[in-house]
């Protein structure tokens, strides 16, 4: 088994080159296999390139690896940011409504699973696998390329549910990434969009949209909920610093 490999073009009709090809083939053996699980010598194999080739354009196995996430996250995060810019210079001088900003959060990532040249559901799944690994260095990358993303989202969050404690208003954040990121990666993701529209393969996202968004906006516009006898080691430090 070597995954599913969605080759990316240099020019429009036009081979891969070297290292794209690499990114290819280690994008479909991490989505298959996992981190651990997939060597570099399965990788170099399926991109019919050397090992040296390997350590020229990516150095080591953790850098091909966060190369891999790279080249899809930052177009999808750079979109939201986008999203959310316009939303708030069309709201001026007031806040964007919540459900607005999860639109601005959710499209983009909906966007990139309904095409193939961009990975697809191939490189959904892959990034589920990468919330889950427990290996340090990925949590520490993820956290690293989501950061700016997170704290334009976490602010227009605020601006729009000013009632809401900054640190209730973290935890709120983090259940919805965690919602959003089983949701569009989880393994069944595709069965769930399957039987949402069964052969229709162009509405399904903006289907699933429709029912994971109420969902979401439930969750951040709730009720504070009472504390008082939970002990204050529930809030952890998530909100630490807010």
């Not at 794209?20 to 010598?41: K, P, Q, V, W």
């Not at 989501?146 to 709120?172: D, N, Q, T, V």
Request: charge should be neutral; hydrophobic fraction near 50%; glycine fraction near 10%.
């Amino acid at each position: 088994m070597t995954g599913n490999v969605i080759p990316i073009g240099t020019k429009s009709g036009s081979p891969p080159g070297t290292k794209e090809r690499i990114l290819d083939a280690a994008e479909g053996l991490f989505m298959a296999h996992g981190y651990e699980a997939t060597s570099l010598r399965a990788i170099t194999a399926a991109a019919e390139v050397n090992l040296a080739a390997v350590n020229y354009h990516f150095g080591s196995k953790e850098e091909l690896f966060e190369a891999v996430l790279t080249r899809r996250l930052d177009p999808m995060n750079q979109r939201r940011v986008a999203l959310l810019a316009a939303l708030e210079e069309a709201a001026a001088p007031g806040p964007v409504a919540c459900e607005r900003i999860l639109s601005a959060l959710l499209v983009p990532a909906l966007e990139l699973a309904r095409d193939p040249e961009r990975g697809g559901g191939n490189f959904l799944r892959l990034l589920g696998r990468a919330y889950a690994d427990p290996a340090p260095f990925i949590r520490r990358f993820l956290a690293a390329q989501y950061a700016e993303m997170i704290g334009r989202f976490k602010a227009a969050f605020a601006r729009a549910l000013p009632h809401l404690p900054a640190r209730e208003l973290s935890w709120r954040l983090h259940f919805l990434m965690g919602a959003l990121s089983y949701t569009l990666a989880g393994t069944d993701a595709l069965k769930l969009i399957a039987e949402i529209a069964p052969g229709d393969g162009g509405g399904s996202d903006e289907l699933l949209l429709a029912r994971l968004a109420p969902f979401l906006l439930a969750g951040l516009t709730a009720p504070l909920p009472d504390l008082s006898a939970a002990g204050p080691s529930l809030d952890g430090a998530l909100g630490r610093g807010d």
